[in-house]
Each structure stands twice: as structure tokens, then as C-alpha cells.
């Protein structure tokens, strides 16, 4: 029987053109970030189920993809639950192994810790175009530093390495998880209620002002509440200064030192930018991740109509592993958002080395094929790209072909029907 | 309850000493590859279980980390089996993958195609001692290429990159699945025996040509066909050309191309070869995968008492996903074996950027704050690493862990206490 073809559902093979952006965008990240004194880590694709199913990965914990147990182990007749037939699971995110990672070998690392991670994580999400259940995620996280030196550094970094990219007019928009609380409360809206307002809240973007009330009233919450809700956030849109204004308002519901922090991070962000963005302060910014407690971020393209990344503060993780709960935060790039966004702009790589075809005939004999081969050699390690390969019958189109690719020096290689010597066409 | 530290069982966190070298070795070998026209590609981690099932793995096949089916198409009480269950499972090689990839997309890849891979593989192996349960591959391969170019040019671009990895006096040891089959066939083997005769003499190597004739007689085969076997060895390992002396040897068993063949090969990788190696002709050697036909080759370190990698031809996988088949021919380094050597070795990378670290007073200004951090930027747009923290009470051994990590200058920011300048403290 012949064997499938496509890859599994829901997840792509990358092909050339795609792959070059991606390393190239991949190195610019890595340069960048290693410029900020972030260090490489890397951690298995695997966890142990329980540690990706205890309540930090929010919705992503009911898309894990489950690695079934082997041997002795796997004991199919008496099994009646996903959890007597899996032990591992696919991670979904790479803050969750990243904090595991810390809790384990704290003792090994510098303090703090500025982490970069490059890796795949997996979701069975329902397939969906553009959307695949294998993806590359991007993150830099802080772990020990309490202060928002880590918030300034993260968006530095990420900002610097976005323009870099060659993107422009974006907004790192910023909130906190505070205010977020803050204001529900000012409203009257009750702690254990918080979880499902921010949900709805969160759908700001797509269904409005008046969306958002009308859930928000179908939910069963208060009128009252639900006005005084939404009048809040229209009463910052109007303010000059929207948290100046809402450290005001809502004064006794909220910590002063959050107005203090957030003012500080975005005047050492626009005052230390490299790149062209502005900082927005977002009150219905929620980002949907459980695990936030402080600020939270993301990047915004408003002229793309995008989100390419986001992250915040995480000081609770750590405790779960450890019992001590450790200051952390981090940054998390949308790479494959990133990716197809230079796709469909036509992006192409500066700096591309030559690239050098050489042709060779069939019957071009043995012998002296070393030869060429160490000319080719000579040529590589002056740092060109050589591509030695068979002369096709119809060379025209061969090099054509070829000249899709980006070979732009074409050398032909004869055999000498008449006698012993070969003979070498040049032709650029 | 607290969550698990650890990596699940068999797998392995990588710390950043660790991954520095890493990262550098994909980066060379990347590099290399690239300038031999190889052609950086990625297929999804999981495969369709059928695909990977296919009797093309040889024992890795038993090591499948299989994945769960998920939601409606589980159906855990009427399970009776592991296939059931499963729906796909993680890829033990990069080969298989690679092979489903071109079938997939034959029409829009070059031909021939020469494609680089490096990414994990896992394999459910007993946990052991430096061997990991995920690990990395790299593998170059071309497909449509029937003749020996291909060989010479994977030979060639993978002992330039080990040699720019500063590995001198290896071998490349070099055979043919058709010698192996004609020694046996000549020895008086049938057929069917093959694959078992073949799987003891590989352990020539740790039991020895005694410890082998042992284990072939113990088999139940002929003590004529063993005793005809080894002395062939025995006669090979004796002559001058060992090439030469079998191919009149196995007249009538061999088809005389492949002795033209491997000399051709051996003769173009010596002429054109820029690292430190030697081609050796070694007729002991199996390679463990069925799918191989013809030339079969390995990286040996005899100093360090290593294989690094290998590869082979193979000219039927292709045909299982697409009815035709296609020639095609893969090279893979053994990436964990050239680290952990690397890192044995007490291995430091060339060119580092230069590492700068910026000092922090606790109760520094924050509006000051910004200064520093811009100050930073302008130095990491100009090509350092800078890193900016928080200055510790102990700022003696902060310095010090810090200059462990590579940072060679300081510079040290305070608060002035009696005004409100600052000051700033610098020293290399």
C-alpha cells in the first residue's frame, strides 16, 4: 500500500522560500536578544502531563497533544481515562517548561535570569487556515529581577529585533492586571466574577463597546455595575492621561506604585527606543494567559491589523515548582504571525551570498570531475554558494530554473568527444 | 501539590554553556551546508503512525512515541489495541519525513533536490547514560541524483563542516550494500539469511572476527559458508587494494559497476577534500537501516573512538510514497556525539562579541534610568552584548559570577545621595 503524502492534519511542511525567511528572521532574533544578555536555553518538547495540566495554560490546557505510555506501562484493558493511557504531553507554550527549567537548575544559572527560547509548541486546535497545531514560538523571559527594569529591557529587546524586520509605526500597547481589577471592582463587580468579565471584556476589539455591555448583561451582572464599567473605560479614552486619570479614580481600589510603574516603563521605553513604535497605555487589554499578575503587553500593527506578540508579568509561577514564588516576566513574539506578514510584503534577505552553478555533462569523465569539484571547493570556502549538478538535456530551461533559485553565475563543463581534454564554458 | 522539576524521564534540559556551543555548531554547519547549494527545509515533529510504522525504520519502528487520538475519535472502551489509540506518533529519523516531504512537493522543488534538515528525533529508548530519548539530527540528502555526484558532494560537504569544527585525522569509512550481499552470497549464504548474517557482523567492531564466526555458527549456518566468509575478510583486510582484489574475487556475484564506482568516489572526495580525513574502504561495514542499496558510508574518529554519523543510498523509499521510484542519497552528522566531544574537548568559540555589563544602584533615578538604557542600546547597535542589571550588595561576587559568564568590562551607576546628580564608575 502506498503511504501517505501529507503531513498529519492540521500541521505543514515548511518549503524553501518560507524556510529562508524563517532562518533569517530567527538569526536576527537570536543576534538581537543575545545583545541584551539573553541566553540560549533549550528544554525537551515534552512535559510531564501534570505539570501542563495544572491550571497555568488557561484554555491551552484542553488542547494538549498526549504521549501515550510504552511498554509494561500502557495497560489498555484497564484503562478508562485519558490519564491511565498518557504520561507526557506536548507542551503548548514555553513558559511553563521555561519556569520548570528555572526551578531545577536555579542554582546552575545567573541571577537574574534572562532566558531566549526558540521552539515548536502544539495545540489541537480545530484546523484552520493559517492557523496550524505545530508552531514556532519566540520568547524572552526575566526571571528575578521585581522591578520593571525587566519590563523595559523585554520591550526593548523585542522592539529593537521588530524593526530590525523592517516593521514600523506599531504600538507596544501596555495595562496591568491590576487596574484590570481595579476597575471591575470599582464597579461593583464581585472577585470571583473577574475571571469571566476580563473574557468578555477581552472581545473589545471585535464586537465594541455595546457588545461588550450586552454580554456582559447576559451574563446576569448588574445594570448598575455593567455602566459604571463601561463608563470608566469611556471616561479614560477622553483623558489626556488615561492611567494618571484612573490612578485618580479609582484610588483605594488600586496600589499606587502601579501608576508609578507604568509611567516609569514607558518613559525609559520612548526615552531608549531604536525603533519606530509608540507606547500605548490599553485599559481593555487583557491577554488571556491566567498566570499574569502584574503588567501585561503586546504588540500591535494597526496598519496590518495585527497582533504580533505579547507577554507580562508572571510573579506566581515559580512557587508552583518551588514553594517561593520568584519575580518573573516575559516577551513572546508571534513568529509565525511575523513570518507571514514579510511573506505577503515580498520580503527578500539582504545580504545573500553568490550563488554559482556549475553544469556538468553527462559524460564528463571521471577523472577530471575531481578537479572541477575542487574548484568548486575553492569557491566555497571564499564563501560563495557553489552547486555542482548534472547538465540537464534541456539546459536552457535547467537554468532558468536555476536562476529562480538566485544562481546568477552559470559554468558549463564539456567533455571532449575528439580527444582527452575537457573544455569549460563561462557564461554569467 | 507542588509540580515536577525534572525533564520527563530520558530527556534532557540543555543549559546555556551547553547550548552556546550548540547554537554555534548548527550555525557552521548550517553555513556549510548552505554553500554547497543544500537547501534548509522542516517537516512537522509527528507523522501519520502508517508512515512510521512501514517496516522502513528497522528497530526504531519499536521506539515510537506514539500520540494519542483526540476528542470524538478516541474511544478508550472500545480500544483492543495501541493502533486504536493512536493516530500519530513523534519521528524517529529525519529520513522518512524527508522522503514523504518530496512526494508531497516534487513539483515544486528542484531537481535534483538537495535538501538540508536539523531538527529532533525521539526514540523510546531504555533511558541510559549519554543517551537521550530526544535528540538532534542533522542530515543533508539529495534526491534524483543516480549517479556518484551525489555521494562525493554529501562526503565532501559534511567532512568540510567536521573539519571547520576543528576534527582532524578521521576517517570516512566507505561500502556497498551489493559487496555485503555479494560476500555472502559467494560465501554460500542464501538470500533470506542476509539480514541476520549482517546484523552479527556489524559487531565485528566489539566481539572481533572470533567472536563473530562464533555467533554465525551458533545460528545454525554452515561451518563451510562461515569459514569462507571470514577468510574472505581475512583476505580483503591483507590486499593491497581491497576494492580491487574483491571485485575479481566476486566475479559473477558483483556487478562490476560498483567497483568503478567506490573508486570513482574515493578518488574525487581525495582530490577535493579540504579537511583532515582519509577514505577507507572497510567491507565490515552494515549501517543498520533496511532502506539502504547501495553505497553505505560512516564518520570514524579512531583517536576518540567514535562514530560521528553516516549515511547511504537509498533508491527505493521514494517509490513506497509515490510508485516511481526516485535515486537519492543522505548524509547524517551524529550532532550529540560531535557536542558532547566538543564539550570534553574544553571547546571555546572563535569570535565572540565583546560582553559589557552596566551595574545598577537599587535606588538609581528612574528618569536617570532611561540614560543608562539608551546608553546600552547605542553600544548593542554598535555589535556588544550589554547587559544591564541591578547592582547586588555583593557586588564583589556578583562581578565575578558575571565575568564567569564572559563579561569583561563593568560599568557601575549611582545615586548621589546629597543631590541630584549621579555618578558613574567605570572599570575593565
Redesign the interface.
Same mark, same amino acid.
Given at each position: 500500500m502506498?503511504?501517505?503524502?501529507?503531513?498529519?492534519n492540521g500541521?505543514?511542511?515548511?518549503?524553501?522560500d518560507e524556510?529562508?525567511i524563517?532562518?533569517y528572521v530567527q538569526q536576527v532574533i /537570536?543576534d538581537t536578544y543575545?545583545?541584551?544578555?539573553f $541566553?540560549?536555553?533549550?528544554?525537551?518538547?515534552?512535559? !510531564?502531563i501534570? !505539570?501542563l495540566s495544572?491550571k497555568q495554560g488557561g484554555e491551552n490546557e484542553k488542547l494538549i497533544? /498526549?504521549?501515550?505510555k510504552?511498554g509494561e506501562k500502557?495497560k489498555?484493558e484497564e484503562? /478508562?481515562?485519558?490519564e491511565d493511557? %498518557?504520561?507526557?504531553g506536548?507542551r503548548y507554550d514555553l513558559t511553563v517548561p521555561l519556569v520548570?527549567?528555572y526551578? !531545577?537548575?536555579v542554582n546552575?544559572?545567573?541571577?537574574?535570569f534572562?532566558a531566549l527560547q526558540m521552539g !515548536?509548541v502544539?495545540r489541537?486546535d480545530r484546523p484552520q487556515r493559517g492557523r496550524y497545531r505545530?508552531f514556532m514560538q519566540c520568547d524572552i523571559d526575566i526571571i528575578g529581577?521585581p522591578?520593571n527594569?525587566a519590563e523595559?529591557?523585554l520591550i526593548?529587546a523585542t522592539t $529593537?529585533t521588530i524593526g530590525r524586520l523592517g516593521f514600523e509605526k506599531f504600538e507596544i500597547r501596555i495595562n496591568e492586571r491590576r487596574i484590570l481589577k481595579a476597575m471591575a471592582a470599582y464597579s461593583g463587580f464581585a472577585e470571583e466574577e473577574f475571571d469571566t468579565v476580563f473574557i468578555i471584556l477581552d472581545k473589545m476589539d471585535k464586537i465594541g463597546m455595546d457588545g461588550v455591555a450586552e454580554e456582559l448583561l447576559k451574563e446576569g451582572y448588574a445594570k448598575e455595575s455593567v455602566e459604571k464599567y463601561l463608563a470608566l473605560f469611556d471616561a479614560v479614552a477622553k483623558a489626556d492621561d488615561g492611567i494618571r486619570y484612573l490612578a485618580k479614580e479609582l484610588s483605594g481600589f488600586l496600589d499606587p506604585e502601579v501608576e508609578q510603574n507604568l509611567l516609569?516603563i514607558i518613559?525609559?521605553v520612548?526615552?531608549?527606543? $531604536?525603533a519606530d513604535f509608540q507606547m500605548v497605555f490599553d485599559p481593555t487589554l487583557v491577554r488571556g494567559m491566567s498566570y499574569y499578575t502584574g503588567t501585561i503587553f503586546e504588540i500591535a500593527m494597526p496598519e496590518l491589523g495585527a497582533a504580533c506578540g505579547g507577554g507580562g508579568r508572571y510573579d506566581k509561577m515559580v512557587g508552583?515548582?518551588?514553594?517561593n514564588d520568584v519575580p518573573a516576566c516575559g516577551f513572546s513574539i508571534g513568529f509565525e504571525r511575523i513570518i507571514l506578514l514579510l511573506m505577503e510584503s515580498g520580503f527578500t534577505i539582504p545580504k545573500q551570498?553568490e550563488?554559482a552553478?556549475y553544469l556538468?555533462e553527462k559524460n564528463y569523465p %571521471?577523472?577530471q570531475?575531481?578537479?572541477v569539484? %575542487?574548484k568548486?571547493?575553492a569557491e566555497?570556502?571564499a564563501?560563495?554558494?557553489?552547486?555542482?549538478?548534472?547538465m540537464n538535456k534541456n539546459k536552457k530551461f535547467q537554468k532558468e530554473?536555476?536562476a529562480g533559485?538566485g544562481y546568477t553565475t552559470f559554468e558549463e563543463f564539456y567533455a571532449d568527444r575528439k580527444g582527452d581534454n575537457y573544455d569549460s564554458v563561462k557564461n554569467a
Amino acid at each position: 500500500m502506498a503511504l501517505s503524502k501529507k503531513p498529519v492534519n492540521g500541521m505543514k511542511d515548511i518549503l524553501p522560500d518560507e524556510m529562508q525567511i524563517r532562518d533569517y528572521v530567527q538569526q536576527v532574533i /537570536k543576534d538581537t536578544y543575545r545583545s541584551f544578555g539573553f $541566553t540560549p536555553i533549550e528544554t525537551p518538547c515534552m512535559e !510531564n502531563i501534570a !505539570n501542563l495540566s495544572s491550571k497555568q495554560g488557561g484554555e491551552n490546557e484542553k488542547l494538549i497533544f /498526549k504521549v501515550m505510555k510504552r511498554g509494561e506501562k500502557l495497560k489498555i484493558e484497564e484503562a /478508562k481515562t485519558e490519564e491511565d493511557l %498518557a504520561d507526557f504531553g506536548m507542551r503548548y507554550d514555553l513558559t511553563v517548561p521555561l519556569v520548570r527549567y528555572y526551578a !531545577n537548575h536555579v542554582n546552575e544559572l545567573p541571577a537574574p535570569f534572562k532566558a531566549l527560547q526558540m521552539g !515548536n509548541v502544539w495545540r489541537a486546535d480545530r484546523p484552520q487556515r493559517g492557523r496550524y497545531r505545530q508552531f514556532m514560538q519566540c520568547d524572552i523571559d526575566i526571571i528575578g529581577e521585581p522591578g520593571n527594569l525587566a519590563e523595559i529591557e523585554l520591550i526593548l529587546a523585542t522592539t $529593537t529585533t521588530i524593526g530590525r524586520l523592517g516593521f514600523e509605526k506599531f504600538e507596544i500597547r501596555i495595562n496591568e492586571r491590576r487596574i484590570l481589577k481595579a476597575m471591575a471592582a470599582y464597579s461593583g463587580f464581585a472577585e470571583e466574577e473577574f475571571d469571566t468579565v476580563f473574557i468578555i471584556l477581552d472581545k473589545m476589539d471585535k464586537i465594541g463597546m455595546d457588545g461588550v455591555a450586552e454580554e456582559l448583561l447576559k451574563e446576569g451582572y448588574a445594570k448598575e455595575s455593567v455602566e459604571k464599567y463601561l463608563a470608566l473605560f469611556d471616561a479614560v479614552a477622553k483623558a489626556d492621561d488615561g492611567i494618571r486619570y484612573l490612578a485618580k479614580e479609582l484610588s483605594g481600589f488600586l496600589d499606587p506604585e502601579v501608576e508609578q510603574n507604568l509611567l516609569e516603563i514607558i518613559t525609559s521605553v520612548e526615552g531608549a527606543k $531604536t525603533a519606530d513604535f509608540q507606547m500605548v497605555f490599553d485599559p481593555t487589554l487583557v491577554r488571556g494567559m491566567s498566570y499574569y499578575t502584574g503588567t501585561i503587553f503586546e504588540i500591535a500593527m494597526p496598519e496590518l491589523g495585527a497582533a504580533c506578540g505579547g507577554g507580562g508579568r508572571y510573579d506566581k509561577m515559580v512557587g508552583r515548582f518551588t514553594g517561593n514564588d520568584v519575580p518573573a516576566c516575559g516577551f513572546s513574539i508571534g513568529f509565525e504571525r511575523i513570518i507571514l506578514l514579510l511573506m505577503e510584503s515580498g520580503f527578500t534577505i539582504p545580504k545573500q551570498p553568490e550563488k554559482a552553478a556549475y553544469l556538468i555533462e553527462k559524460n564528463y569523465p %571521471a577523472d577530471q570531475l575531481a578537479e572541477v569539484i %575542487a574548484k568548486a571547493q575553492a569557491e566555497r570556502a571564499a564563501g560563495k554558494q557553489v552547486l555542482v549538478v548534472r547538465m540537464n538535456k534541456n539546459k536552457k530551461f535547467q537554468k532558468e530554473k536555476l536562476a529562480g533559485e538566485g544562481y546568477t553565475t552559470f559554468e558549463e563543463f564539456y567533455a571532449d568527444r575528439k580527444g582527452d581534454n575537457y573544455d569549460s564554458v563561462k557564461n554569467a
